[in-house]
Nanobody
Framework: QVKLTESGGDLVQPGGSLRLSCVAS????????MGWYRQAPGKQREYVAT???????NYADDVKGRFTISRDHAKNTLYLQMNSVKPSDTAVYYC??????????WGQGTQVTVSS
């Protein structure tokens, strides 16, 4: 059974940092598209950062320069380093993996709250 498990969400003050992790189990995602998405209360889920199997990276405009996506192939893990966080970054963050272009896997989400 393929499973994506996020962790690292927490309450953090504005301007602080946080690192999210997404561990994949049941198959390897080393050569597959993976990404981070988030959903704030009352809003639709939106993309935050994505990485193709070839390593091409994209960021949403409002996180560019603050967030960094990376992956550890040996650990089958995707990361999101979040720096200079803002209250508007408050959301549930989800990890997504895509296999073969049409098999889509989502994690259960991890809550990030930015507040003083």
């Amino acid at each position: 059974q393929v499973k994506l498990t996020e962790s690292g969400g927490d309450l953090v003050q504005p301007g602080g940092s946080l690192r999210l992790s997404c561990v994949a189990s049941g198959r390897r995602f080393n050569n597959n598209f993976m990404g981070w998405y988030r959903q704030a209360p009352g809003k639709q889920r939106e993309y935050v950062a994505t990485m193709t199997g070839a390593g091409s990276i994209n960021y949403a405009d409002d996180v560019k320069g603050r967030f960094t996506i990376s992956r550890d192939h040996a650990k089958n893990t995707l990361y999101l380093q979040m720096n200079s966080v803002k209250p508007s970054d408050t959301a549930v963050y989800y990890c997504k993996g895509v296999v073969g272009g049409d098999l889509v896997y989502w994690g259960q989400g991890t809550q990030v709250t930015v507040s003083s």
